[in-house]
Every structure is written in C-alpha cells, then in structure tokens.
C-alpha cells in the first residue's frame, strides 16, 4: 500500500485545515490508519487512530475536541480535520496504515507540511 498526504499549507491561528491521505496499491479498506506529526527538532507524535471499519477512534490528548479523524472506503482516503489551529501545531503531518486492524504500523506516507501562523 503507498500512502500520500496532502492538505497541508499556511493558516492563521484558530483556523482549520483537512488533510487527506490516499491509499494506492491495494485497498485500504481491511487496514487500521493513523495521524503523525513531527515538529522542527523535537520527535514525532501520535495524534490520532481510527479502525478499519471507521468505528473506533483515538486521540491523544493535545487534539482532542479540535481534530476529527475519519476515512471513506469507498474511496480508499482518509482524513484528519484540523480546527482551532494552533502555532503549535505546525509540523510536517503524516499518515500511517497498520498491519491489518491492530498491527504495527506499517505504511507510511510522505508527510505535508503545516505552519499555523501567529
């Protein structure tokens, strides 16, 4: 499975953006997906995980209530809804399909850069 993100640019703080990541390869539809972002020196971080079915999802604490992860199937994409954006929220964002449902994960797209100005 080959994963690209893209959505990602220049917002002003408290605004939104959506990222898409689109499966290409194989269906993407029996694989669990998730959000990463990695900031200018610091590591990469979890955001936020969501099941195959679209069913059960997770967030870490520093985007919950402000981002939304979602996918569609049907159209082997996933989605992260980014609001109330943040200056510190701006990192390279990436996303990543597990090995199966509760895998590892194991794919991983390039990642699209967002900067939330001040």
């Known amino acids: 499975v080959q994963l690209q993100a893209s959505g990602g640019g220049l917002v002003q703080a408290g605004g939104s953006l959506r990222l898409s990541c689109a499966a290409s390869?194989?269906?993407?539809?029996?694989?669990?997906m998730g959000w990463f972002r990695q900031a200018p020196g610091k590591e990469r971080e979890f955001l936020a995980r969501l099941s195959s079915n679209g069913v059960n999802k997770y967030y870490t604490d520093s985007v919950k209530g402000r981002f939304t992860i979602s996918r569609d199937n049907a159209k082997n994409t996933g989605y992260l809804q980014m609001n109330s954006l943040k200056p510190e929220d701006t990192a390279v964002y990436y996303c990543?399909?597990?090995?199966?449902?509760?895998?590892?994960?194991?794919?991983w797209g390039q990642g699209t850069l967002v900067t939330v100005s001040s």
């Open positions: 990543a399909g597990q090995d199966g449902d509760y895998g590892p994960y194991k794919y």
């Open positions: 390869g194989r269906t993407f539809r029996t694989n669990g």
